[in-house]
């Protein structure tokens, strides 16, 4: 079984909110990871994310993540930033999904060990089909963040010599063509 | 009189909102808002007639699976493809897995919270909570031992103050009538329900390759190889693996989530009084059997006025009626033009106002069939199916008013399912109807495999002339349909009419109102401030953004969830 999961969050038709989606895409084509490490696209699952959840040691959440900080900027939040005292924080517009999610886990007494959201501050997450370039251009470090968070945990990642090409098929061309030069 | 404002009553993708006007603790007037865009029917333009399932499984987070169907469906319908019959099964195994899950889901995690009173659980007696469920059921996870350990659990929550994280508000309020005891049974199946999710989801994993965007569709069957002798396609091994799966889960259905809802309905009869609406129902004709889909194993139809004898059988997808009597109309919706547009036909352009209730107010269009709105959903399902003689619907349906009946002899009519509490039963009587379809479709695929044929597979031609076609899937949250029209192999137009639009429609330009905000009519609320028996009825038709009543802002509070005017 695999024991630990990358999961992008967010749907990639609502602008920046395909950022986590990107992110994981990005990591998974940079990097070679451990065979128990699982990187899932999810989408906007609410509730659903739960059985995704289930009995893991760490899950490493990319996710667009509202903040006072630059457009495009990444930030680091962990569990307790939000679950110990709801309401201080809000981390992510899936809040509700991922909240509730664990706390139906912890209750049943399957909760993830260990939980990093990694935030990409939006610069819009309309219906658009286009996300903005800073955050298009935050991937590449989003990717390099989750290797760092999974190398700290124990599960070391190594860049690999050549790129795989990733499979944005959601992304109009031009951002297609910016990430293959990448 | 008091103007109550929900917003937003569910999340997950776009936003829910609803507005009741209460006069002497009743509901006389309301109104059901979108408040978010869903554009992806413009993305989906100019897009290969072949990928289109691709994109439509992203319309919605939760319900992934039922848009790529009815996607392809769509599709092979404007070309007349036949589909082999193991990609049929198949499909409809996915179906099956998807739509147990989402019910279970709906039941236990985002609305079962509505009706139990944690704050009652510590007084329980677990030898008599287990001996009321023993009686009620004869699934095996409801010894005393169990219960205490959930009670156990539940007290040390309370103690350490720990229960805020979870709580989901409205506890000890008087509209809350479970016994000590049976609260604590419904959060104790609360809790296992989520190693029940996770096998529905299992099923779909194995068919689909993946979760929750699946792999194995195409435009004219699916791409599962079928080699008994490879392990590395769907073999005996992978049958066996569902086989098994399926009958981990079919028991918590039919004995658990079925019982439960069951034991809702007997401590809260005056929810079978309440929350009708429109009494008009449409279901479509879904898991087909055979290749060219003429016969299938849950019957379609339309019911008007409330009258069950008056059913109207749709028997296949072709049905001539269905293609001409759907329409959208947006006279009060957020986009140009007004009057009602057949869906080939129908646009979007956005012409957002502001909520004005008396003209345009929300994101969702009015469909209409033969100009009159319809409710969707597993209660369509169930009362099609008892009116028109369906066995396997008039079986689950008579255990369900049995059960009722064993816990204080109360006598439930097909009639009476016409309410609120109606549409929690019929979402577990037709889970109990697909626990028994999936054995049945595994086992068409299984023999089918078996007597040689592995197809799965055909090959879609693409004419260079304009072609239209219409798919539908009966989904978890009613009568889908996915409306295209292509040229040269590539979409010229895209309409989905969903679930939830049938059901969160907005009144029309003759200003009749859709199925939630009728339903709202007549609902008692007993505390504005805390509007439970509002959330009852719009939870029952299990809105599709359903995840949370509760919404977060940067300083931590609540963003005006109920606003009372």
């Known amino acids: 079984m695999n024991t630990i999961l990358v999961i992008g969050l967010g749907n990639v038709f609502l602008g920046d909110d395909g950022f986590g989606p990107l992110a994981i895409e990005t990591f998974r084509c940079k990097y070679e990871y451990p065979s128990h490490v699982e990187v899932l696209d999810l989408g ?43 309401a201080k924080l809000r981390i992510t517009g899936h809040d509700p999904g991922l909240w509730d999610s664990l706390t139906h886990l912890r209750l049943a007494g399957h909760a993830p060990l260990d939980l990093i959201i990694i935030g990409v501050n939006p610069a819009s997450c309309e219906f658009s089909g286009q996300i903005s370039e800073q955050v298009f251009g935050s991937a590449s470090d989003a990717a390099a963040l989750i290797a760092h968070s999974l190398s700290e945990h124990g599960s070391a990642c190594i860049l690999r010599e050549a790129a795989r090409a990733p499979n944005l098929w959601w992304l109009p061309i031009e951002h297609l063509e910016e990430s293959t030069a990448a | 009189m008091a103007r109550i404002t929900i917003d937003p009553v569910t999340r997950i993708e776009g936003h829910l909102r609803v507005d009741v006007e209460v006069d002497g603790g009743i509901v006389n007037k309301a109104w059901a808002s979108c408040t978010m865009w869903r554009g992806l029917e413009t993305i989906l333009r100019g897009r290969d007639a072949r990928e289109g399932w691709v994109f439509a499984q992203r319309f919605c ?25 193991n990609a049929q099964y198949i499909r409809n195994l996915i179906l099956i897995g998807h739509a147990l899950h989402d019910h279970i889901v709906h039941f236990y995690h985002l609305s079962a919270l509505d009706f139990i009173d944690i704050l009652q659980i510590p007084k329980a007696d677990p030898a008599k909570a287990a001996s009321i469920a023993e009686g009620s059921s004869s ?28 709580s989901h508000g409205y506890w000890g309020h008087p509209a809350m009538k479970l016994s000590p005891e049976v609260n604590l049974i419904l959060f104790s199946h609360y809790l296992q329900a989520l190693d029940f999710q996770r096998k529905s989801c299992q099923v779909v994993a194995i068919l689909g390759g993946k979760t929750p965007h699946i792999q194995n569709l195409a435009v004219g069957g699916v791409m599962n190889a079928i080699n008994l002798n490879s392990l590395a396609t769907m073999n005996m091994d992978r049958l066996g693996m569902l086989q098994a799966i399926l009958q981990d889960l079919i028991p918590f259905v039919q004995e658990v989530f079925l019982a439960d809802t069951c034991l809702l ?3 809260y009869p005056e929810y079978l009084h309440v929350g009708r609406g429109v009494a008009n129902y449409l279901a479509v004709p879904d898991l087909p059997l055979d290749a060219k889909a003429t016969k299938f194993d849950l019957p379609g139809g339309v019911i008007m006025n409330g009258d069950l004898a008056s059913v109207r059988p749709i028997l296949n997808w072709q049905d001539a009626e269905f293609r001409k009597a759907v329409t959208e109309d947006s006279t009060h919706a957020w986009y140009q033009g007004g009057g009602p547009l057949q869906p080939y036909k129908g646009q979007q352009i956005p012409d957002y106002t502001d909520f004005n209730p008396d003209a345009k107010y929300t994101w969702v269009k009015a469909p209409r069939y033969n100009g009159k709105p319809m409710q969707v959903g597993p209660l369509a399902n169930v009362l099609v199916g008892y009116a028109s003689g369906h066995a396997l619907t008039r079986k689950w349906t008579d255990v369900a008013f049995s059960r009722i009946a064993a816990v204080q002899g109360l ?44 197809t799965t597979y055909n090959a879609p031609q693409f004419p260079a002339g304009e072609i239209m076609g219409m798919g539908m899937h009966e989904a978890p949250r009613g009568a889908l349909s996915h409306w295209v029209v292509i040229e040269k192999g590539v979409f010229t137009n895209y309409q989905a009419v969903v679930p939830t639009t049938w059901n969160a429609s907005p009144r029309d330009e003759q200003g009749v109102p859709g199925p939630y905000e009728s339903s709202l009519i007549g609902n008692p609320v007993v505390e504005p401030e805390k509007p439970l028996e509002v959330l009852r009825t719009v939870h029952s038709f299990d809105p599709c953004m359903a995840c949370s009543c509760h919404t977060l802002d940067a300083t931590g509070k609540e963003i005006a969830q109920v606003k009372v005017q």
């Open chain 1, 44 to 86: 906007t699952p609410g509730l659903d994310l739960a059985p995704y959840l289930y009995d893991k040691e760490l899950v490493v959440v990319v996710d667009a993540v509202h903040s006072d900080t630059a457009i495009g900027a990444l930030s680091i939040f962990h569990e307790e930033d939000f679950l110990s005292h709801r």
């Open chain 2, 61 to 85: 987070g939760v319900c992934t699976t039922v848009h790529a169907v009815a996607s392809v469906r769509a599709v092979e319908d404007a070309l007349s493809l036949e589909i082999p019959p």
């Open chain 2, 139 to 166: 699934w095996t996870g409801n010894s005393r031992q169990e219960l205490a350990a959930v009670q156990a659990k539940v007290k040390g929550l309370v103690a350490s103050g720990q229960l805020g994280i979870f």
């Open chain 2, 265 to 267: 309905a007997a401590y």
């Open chain 2, 411 to 454: 006598k439930v009519t097909p009639n009476d399912l016409q309410s609120t509490m109606g549409r929690y039963l019929a979402r577990s009587i037709r889970s109990a109807m697909l626990s028994d379809l999936a054995l049945e479709h595994l086992q068409l695929l299984t023999t089918n495999i078996l007597n040689g044929d592995d």
